[in-house]
């Protein structure tokens, strides 16, 4: 392009070709001006999180968002970094799986097995420390959790960097919808003056967000229920909702969204296929992961293996904070458009 535009701008060929110099005129300065925007779109892209979005759900698969109307995970999925076939645990319980994507350790380590998915009051708290833990250790990061399921009390210590919300199976009234009305509420309250009791007094650096609905209907209704097509459709919607509090707040630019789930369609209440637990093909290992917004590469599939063990690494990543090499949790650095920048607290040392 270049050598053809000197050649435009050359005073012998103004003189004998004034009206294509009138075009090579046009041309270059829309070149100029194509390079400038892809310039500033990219510089858009690669701003830094400064908050990140993890949106867990149950139930949903690959297959399951584009067979369904769910304009909200499509867009997702077509514009951020995606994996369509990342791995739960095995078998893809809903305690342990939601143990392992909290600590980025697999079920051996974090000791959080099938039996944990009857709650007993007689239990401790997870002993493992999770990306709450690390967050907080690394960064100074707060989190908000929401969660829609009374077992995963005992997945999150009482800390003080944590806020945590309820809004479980025993209340009937329960569904995503008031788990964004919680979430709206939340946010109102703690960015204004006051904080209102809560611990944190701003918007928070992770919010968690639980969103059991589509296999709380498919074990009650089927998988091919319209129950179930109604719970992915209230689960799409209240993640759009999501988004817009936050555009709202002013800071949608400025946050990575995190898409993905602890289990897949077609598990059965035992996590194996039909409920049989002699049967070896295990369903429901297969779920999305899909990552969106601040810093993250548009339409862009993500080569590697993918576990949501990695789902913490990759957040702390995003966040400019140091991993840890308790866990195995890794972070997926190839969906980033540029290396987020390193922030410390000078805590990642202490007692080294």
């Given at each position: 392009m270049?050598?053809?535009?000197s050649?435009?701008?050359?005073?012998?060929?103004?003189?004998k070709?004034?009206?294509?110099?009138?075009f090579c005129?046009?041309?270059g300065a829309?070149?100029?001006?194509?390079?400038?925007?892809?310039?500033w779109?990219?510089?858009?892209?690669?701003v830094q999180?400064?908050?990140?979005?993890?949106?867990?759900?149950?139930?949903?698969?690959?297959?399951?968002?584009?067979?369904n109307?769910?304009?909200?995970l499509?867009?997702?999925a077509?514009?951020g970094?995606?994996?369509l076939?990342?791995q739960?645990?095995?078998p893809?319980?809903?305690?342990?799986?939601?143990?392992?994507?909290l600590?980025?350790?697999?079920?051996?380590?974090?000791?959080?097995?099938?039996?944990?998915?009857?709650?007993?009051?007689?239990?401790?708290f997870?002993?493992?420390?999770?990306?709450?833990d690390?967050l907080?250790?690394?960064?100074?990061?707060?989190?908000?959790?929401?969660?829609?399921?009374?077992r995963?009390?005992q997945?999150?210590r009482?800390?003080?960097?944590?806020?945590?919300?309820?809004?479980?199976?025993?209340?009937?009234?329960?569904?995503?919808?008031?788990?964004?009305?919680?979430?709206?509420?939340?946010?109102?309250k703690?960015t204004?003056?006051?904080?209102?009791?809560?611990?944190?007094?701003?918007v928070p650096?992770?919010?968690?967000?639980h969103?059991?609905?589509?296999?709380?209907?498919?074990?009650?209704?089927?998988?091919?229920s319209n129950?179930?097509?109604?719970?992915?459709?209230?689960?799409?919607?209240?993640?759009?909702?999501v988004?817009?509090i936050?555009?709202?707040h002013?800071?949608?630019?400025?946050?990575?969204v995190?898409?993905?789930?602890?289990?897949?369609?077609?598990?059965?209440k035992?996590?194996?296929?039909?409920?049989?637990?002699?049967?070896?093909a295990?369903?429901?290992?297969?779920v999305?992961?899909?990552?969106?917004g601040?810093?993250?590469k548009?339409?862009?599939?993500?080569k590697?293996?993918?576990?949501?063990?990695?789902?913490?690494?990759?957040?702390m990543e995003?966040?400019?904070?140091?991993?840890?090499?308790?866990?195995?949790s890794?972070?997926?650095?190839?969906i980033?458009?540029?290396?987020?920048e390193r922030?410390?607290?000078?805590?990642?040392?202490?007692?080294?």
């Amino acid at each position: 392009m270049y050598p053809f535009y000197s050649t435009c701008i050359s005073k012998t060929f103004m003189k004998k070709n004034p009206v294509h110099f009138r075009f090579c005129l046009l041309f270059g300065a829309s070149a100029l001006f194509l390079s400038v925007s892809l310039l500033w779109s990219s510089v858009a892209l690669a701003v830094q999180a400064q908050h990140v979005i993890l949106f867990v759900l149950e139930g949903v698969n690959s297959e399951t968002i584009e067979a369904n109307d769910l304009p909200v995970l499509k867009k997702l999925a077509k514009e951020g970094a995606t994996k369509l076939h990342a791995q739960s645990v095995s078998p893809p319980l809903t305690v342990p799986a939601m143990a392992t994507l909290l600590t980025g350790l697999p079920v051996a380590k974090h000791r959080i097995n099938h039996e944990w998915e009857t709650y007993d009051f007689s239990r401790s708290f997870l002993r493992s420390p999770t990306m709450f833990d690390y967050l907080d250790l690394s960064g100074g990061i707060d989190t908000a959790l929401f969660i829609m399921d009374e077992r995963f009390y005992q997945l999150s210590r009482p800390e003080i960097y944590v806020d945590l919300q309820t809004c479980g199976k025993a209340k009937p009234q329960c569904n995503p919808e008031t788990v964004v009305g919680y979430i709206e509420d939340y946010l109102r309250k703690v960015t204004s003056q006051g904080g209102y009791g809560f611990r944190l007094f701003t918007v928070p650096g992770l919010l968690v967000t639980h969103f059991p609905a589509p296999l709380d209907a498919a074990l009650k209704r089927g998988w091919e229920s319209n129950a179930y097509k109604k719970a992915l459709t209230s689960v799409d919607t209240a993640i759009g909702d999501v988004l817009e509090i936050y555009r709202g707040h002013q800071v949608l630019d400025k946050t990575m969204v995190i898409v993905t789930g602890l289990n897949g369609q077609g598990m059965a209440k035992s996590g194996h296929e039909n409920g049989s637990s002699g049967t070896k093909a295990l369903q429901g290992i297969s779920v999305p992961w899909i990552a969106w917004g601040a810093n993250i590469k548009p339409g862009y599939r993500i080569k590697s293996t993918v576990s949501i063990m990695d789902t913490g690494a990759t957040v702390m990543e995003a966040l400019g904070l140091e991993t840890h090499t308790e866990w195995q949790s890794k972070p997926l650095n190839e969906i980033f458009v540029a290396t987020p920048e390193r922030k410390t607290t000078g805590n990642e040392s202490f007692g080294r």
